[in-house]
């Protein structure tokens, strides 16, 4: 087994994923793996970093495939004996205002990759993660905007410190039920699919914060969301401020907190300062 540091990155073979393996490779003192659906993107990604004189391994992973997931838990259990750095990245967003797709699809889609498919990592690799390990779950500022838009009983139950992981799966399963149901408003939703995955996000990371201090309080491990800002990907847009170089920036900084940090933990991050959620 190999006593090498090791960091993953979901969803990395480009876009803010792959500006971060970029990051990680120069500055996290061990291995690092880019992962992608596709295992030819997945590798041409890895050989262009090869051209910048960076190495990063490659690893398949399809976070919306729990036999993929698994494939990577025991691929990294067998090899490192867990994992050092997980960045969950990986995530889908319709073009909300151009997109013809029906509501209720593109809200059971989006909540099965952002939402379900991320749990379905942490579930797996968190009890991986090994003492002052960091976790960092890339979420949105539209988690922000989207909780201001719920109605005042949703609210309550996304800020609240006692929400179980439990319950939070089980108002996201209704928000795409509700969509189906086309009552979606009615019940005090946001009108957005990305908006809720996210809030989904960031409330699951809380939730997690707060069971890694239940549960394993004396190994050091911070788990934080975060919002990378409004970066030019394939997701975003041209027309986006940030660089996906400058994107990368908050959630590396909260891969590479120093093993003596204490915080932040269980926070909603953007450009490296905790938000008020």
Not at 57 to 74: C, E, G, N, P
Request: aromatic letters at 6%.
């Amino acid at each position: 087994m190999s006593s090498v540091p090791v960091a993953v990155v979901t969803g990395s073979n480009k876009g803010i994923g792959f500006a971060i393996v970029r990051a990680l490779c120069k500055q996290f003192p061990g291995d690092v793996y880019l992962t992608a659906r596709d295992p030819g993107r997945g590798q041409e990604a890895v050989a262009k970093l090869q051209e910048e004189g960076l190495r990063a391994l490659f690893h398949q992973l399809d976070i919306d495939d729990l036999q993929s997931v698994r494939a990577l838990r025991d691929f990294l259990k067998e090899k490192y004996g867990g994992v050092n750095v997980l960045v969950n990245n990986a995530g889908i967003a319709f073009k909300e205002v151009n997109d013809t797709t029906p509501f209720a699809v593109q809200a059971e889609v989006t909540l099965k990759t952002n939402f379900f498919g991320t749990r379905n990592v942490c579930m797996e690799l968190l009890p991986l993660v090994k003492p002052y390990g960091r976790v960092v779950n890339v979420s949105s500022m539209v988690s922000s905007s989207a909780l201001g838009k719920c109605s005042k009983e949703l609210q309550q139950k996304f800020r609240s410190d006692t929400i179980t992981e439990d319950e939070l799966v089980e108002l996201m399963n209704k928000f795409v039920e509700d969509t189906k149901k086309s009552v979606h408003e009615k019940e005090g939703w946001p009108n957005t699919a990305y908006g809720v995955s996210k809030i989904g996000v960031t409330v699951l990371s809380r939730i997690q914060a707060r069971m890694l201090n239940e549960k394993r309080k004396g190994d050091h491990i911070l788990l934080n969301a975060c919002c990378p800002g409004w970066v030019r990907t394939d997701m975003a847009g041209p027309k986006a401020p940030k660089s996906p170089d400058e994107g990368a920036e908050t959630p590396v900084y909260l891969a590479l907190l120093p093993s003596d940090a204490d915080g932040p933990h269980g926070q909603f991050v953007i450009n490296k300062t905790v938000q008020t959620w």
